[in-house]
């Protein structure tokens, strides 16, 4: 793997960030045509070279939705190859942060241990850099796409805005939160209980989904996240989960958003 070009592609993608986006909400997009949604690939490079070469092409807007590293066999392969296509194309590609754009957690599932391998652990740093600018949500057709949840304290879509950039980790509890939380059904009563993935994480419950979309005028919400065969939805279909990896041993999903409404799933 040749240091100069991966410099030179990160290089370049963090500077698309931070002249593209002016905080960590892209912003909202109405899309005439067909979106495509990548969930969580985590190194799947032929999963992800499979979307562009079969589907891509004929969707006007493709949304990946996190997660581009640890756990899979090519990490830095899967995630170079979707910056490169969004540093080729930055008006159809929009690539959002995931929980393990972070140090908290690919220092510990495999990112930083290839990064030593095939560049030298000093070129880590590099990423962090990257992943700092990654931004958490976009807004597409109606449609809050973001790679975990709905956290507490978010009202209302525009204060994404006034998150802090970049950030590493991140620490700020909404941001935080945004990576991390994740839907459940039947606890209503309780608005948000304590996740089991750890200290400060959140299940989000329907009541909380259907205020979030009522107070931002919103459709619904696309995420990842989730190991799923593919897919799964919540409340009443409000919430779709997209899983577009196989290392679980479960079908790589991607979701499309079709031009004249409606949605197709499909198995990559």
């Given at each position: 793997m040749n240091l100069d070009e991966v410099k030179s592609v990160v290089g370049s993608a963090v500077e698309m960030y931070k002249s593209k986006y002016d905080s960590p909400f892209t912003g909202n997009f109405e899309v005439n045509g067909n979106v495509i949604f990548v969930g969580d690939t985590h190194g799947a490079i032929d999963v992800t070279s499979k979307v562009f070469s079969d589907f891509a092409d004929n969707a006007d807007l493709v949304v990946f939705l996190g997660d581009y590293v640890d756990r899979g066999e090519d990490q830095l392969g899967n995630l170079l190859l979707i910056l490169r296509k969004m540093v080729e194309n930055p008006n159809k590609y929009i690539v959002l942060r995931g929980n393990h754009e972070?140090?908290?957690?690919n220092e510990y599932y495999g990112f930083k241990e290839e990064v030593k391998e095939k560049l030298g652990e000093e070129n880590y740093e590099m990423f962090i850099e990257l992943f700092s600018y990654m931004p958490y949500a976009a807004v597409v057709n109606g449609y809050f796409c973001v790679h975990g949840g709905l956290p507490m304290g978010l009202?209302?879509?525009e204060e994404i805005k006034k998150l802090p950039r970049p950030d590493v980790n991140p620490d700020n509890p909404i941001a935080f939160q945004l990576l991390w939380n994740d839907p459940r059904e039947g606890i209503d009563d309780l608005d948000f209980l304590p996740s089991i993935r750890g200290e400060g994480i959140y299940f989000f419950g329907k009541r909380v989904v259907d205020n979030f979309l009522e107070?931002?005028?919103?459709?619904?919400?696309?995420?990842?996240h989730e190991v799923a065969d593919g897919f799964r939805t919540d409340m009443s279909g409000k919430v779709i989960t997209v899983f577009s990896s196989r290392y679980h041993h479960m079908r790589a999903g991607i979701l499309v958003m079709r031009k004249e409404g409606g949605f197709d799933y499909a198995y990559v």
């Open positions: 972070s140090p908290i957690t009202e209302k879509v107070n931002n005028s919103l459709k619904g919400i696309i995420r990842g």
